[in-house]
């Protein structure tokens, strides 16, 4: 995760540059979760100039989420067009707390999924797959049992082939 800010707009060039290193970690993102400001003036506006400077740092071909903000406050009009123009986009106000579960649902399924479903029955001398897992797959069952943590999920394949002498 990372937090590009809302300032980008307007800031001195020389503090962009001085931000550069952390907005290029966003070019390593598996997904961009751009929230707007739909009560502000110019919401196109901010669009466009978080855009540029994700351009600048590589990062213009990441999937991108567009999160319209404030709809408690926003002229409905405005996000009506935000939403048209944006159509890969979610309308939330993170004050009242609309639309947040449909935001929450649109980034799951916009993230990427480990390939690979599996079994295993780890033994507790290998805690560093069982770790690797937490880290780098999805699990969707575990037990800890006398024999080691029987786990099951998705992983990559590398990381499933490390499993398949723990398969269950």
Known sequence: ???????????????VEAFRSTLEE???????????????????????AVREVLADVGATEI????????????DPLVVDRLRRREPHSVAVSAHTGEGIAE??????????????????????????LVDRIHKDGEITGMEHTADGTRISGRASEALASELAAYAV
């Open 1 to 15: 995760m990372s937090d590009t800010v809302g300032f980008v707009r307007h800031l001195p060039h020389q503090l």
């Open 26 to 48: 966003v070019a390593d993102a598996d997904l961009i979760v751009h929230v707007v400001d739909g009560s502000h003036p110019d919401p196109e506006g901010q669009l466009t």
């Open 63 to 74: 999937p991108e989420l567009v999160v319209i903000n404030k709809t408690d406050i926003a």
């Open 103 to 128: 935001a929450l649902a649109a980034i799951e399924a916009d993230l990427p999924r480990p390939r690979v479903e599996f079994t295993a029955l780890v033994p507790y001398a290998r805690g560093d």
